[in-house]
């Protein structure tokens, strides 16, 4: 059983609900709160909510040893079907679409190791001729790529250009383009709130992150900040402030609109995916009795 959705629409606490009802375990598929040094800025699950349910892949690593979603797909693959021998049903939850795709799908893991030198070309290449360039880029060494890639998101066509220029085989390539044959079937719920009441509960959480002290959990974080996992919103804007780049009073209002766009952009992933359910409130009843109806069959 899967639970998607954006940021704030209330994923952790129907997941938690489900897994209560099913005697199950949660598995994680957020992308962020693997790390241990990010509780706040990621909205973790609570101490007493990780004690009441047993959840996998929470804060169960350092930032200091990411994990991409070919390597996640290898933990977590065996995991989900070891519990499965146990008990009827496992609750994954997360917003990471990529992490889920990896999961259910199946994600090719090129095992090309970057050496710092074509990344930092790519890099570059973007950030002196922008998007467009990149994108020519793209279509002239792999154009089957460019078919199906989102060619508005510059650190894939950078990861494309990269893989591309360390083994001379084009990133398609590489990519059987075969979804994984799963031994158990998969029950999608989605939550999408209402735009307001969704914008209400980022709002919400943003104020919570700040009085809980986000910028000390960014500060001590702040040597790390070149890590991928700490270049996400939350951490960000505060690096911005300690660089002198935004203005401390700047902060909240920048996490507040980072943090609207991403939930878009995960909307957008997820309402791409088939067989999803979509409910707007996570307490519908009829989450429980769709997910009932699945598992007598």
């Known amino acids: 059983?899967?639970?998607?959705?954006?940021?704030?629409?209330?994923?952790?606490?129907?997941?938690?609900?489900?897994?209560?009802?099913?005697?199950?375990?949660?598995?994680?598929?957020?992308?962020?709160?693997?790390?241990?040094?990010?509780?706040?800025?990621?909205?973790?699950?609570?101490?007493?909510?990780?004690?009441?349910?047993?959840?996998?892949?929470?804060?169960?690593?350092?930032?200091?040893?990411?994990?991409?979603?070919?390597?996640?797909?290898?933990?977590?693959?065996?995991?989900?079907?070891?519990?499965?021998?146990?008990?009827?049903?496992?609750?994954?939850?997360?917003?990471?679409?990529?992490?889920?795709?990896?999961?259910?799908?199946?994600?090719?893991?090129?095992?090309?190791?970057?050496?710092?030198?074509?990344?930092?070309?790519?890099?570059?290449?973007?950030?002196?001729?922008?998007?467009?360039?990149?994108?020519?880029?793209?279509?002239?060494?792999?154009?089957?790529?460019?078919?199906?890639?989102?060619?508005n998101n510059h650190q894939r066509l950078i990861r494309a250009l990269e893989v591309e220029q360390l083994t001379g085989i084009p990133y398609s390539q590489h990519r059987s383009g075969h979804k994984k044959v799963l031994p158990y079937g998969v029950c999608m719920i989605g939550l999408n709130p209402n735009r307001e009441v969704l914008h209400q509960r980022i709002f919400e959480r943003t104020q919570g992150m700040i009085a809980a002290n986000l910028e000390a959990e960014a500060r001590k974080l702040y040597p790390l900040r070149h890590l991928k996992s700490l270049q996400t919103v939350g951490y960000s804007e505060w690096f911005q402030h300690f660089d002198g780049v935004l203005a401390q009073n700047e902060v909240a209002t920048q996490i507040l609109f980072h943090t609207r766009s991403y939930a878009r952009r995960q909307l957008t992933w997820f309402r791409r995916m088939e067989g999803v359910s979509w409910y707007e409130d996570a307490q519908n009843p009829r989450i429980a009795q769709h997910v009932d109806a699945l598992l007598t069959r």
Not at 1 to 15: F, H, I, Q, Y
Not at 88 to 110: H, K, N, Q, T
Request: charged share 20%; proline share 5%; glycine share 8%.
């Open 1 to 151: 059983m899967v639970v998607v959705g954006p940021t704030a629409s209330g994923k952790t606490a129907l997941a938690i609900q489900l897994a209560e009802r099913y005697k199950t375990e949660i598995v994680s598929f957020d992308s962020r709160q693997f790390y241990q040094e990010m509780p706040i800025g990621t909205a973790a699950p609570s101490k007493e909510q990780l004690n009441h349910i047993r959840h996998h892949f929470i804060a169960d690593r350092s930032c200091q040893q990411p994990l991409n979603a070919g390597a996640y797909a290898r933990e977590a693959s065996p995991l989900v079907e070891n519990l499965l021998n146990k008990v009827p049903v496992v609750v994954a939850v997360g917003g990471s679409g990529l992490f889920l795709r990896a999961l259910i799908e199946g994600f090719d893991d090129m095992g090309v190791v970057d050496q710092g030198e074509a990344r930092q070309y790519w890099t570059e290449f973007f950030q002196h001729q922008g998007i467009a360039a990149l994108q020519a880029e793209v279509k002239k060494r792999d154009p089957k790529y460019a078919e199906t890639a989102d060619m």
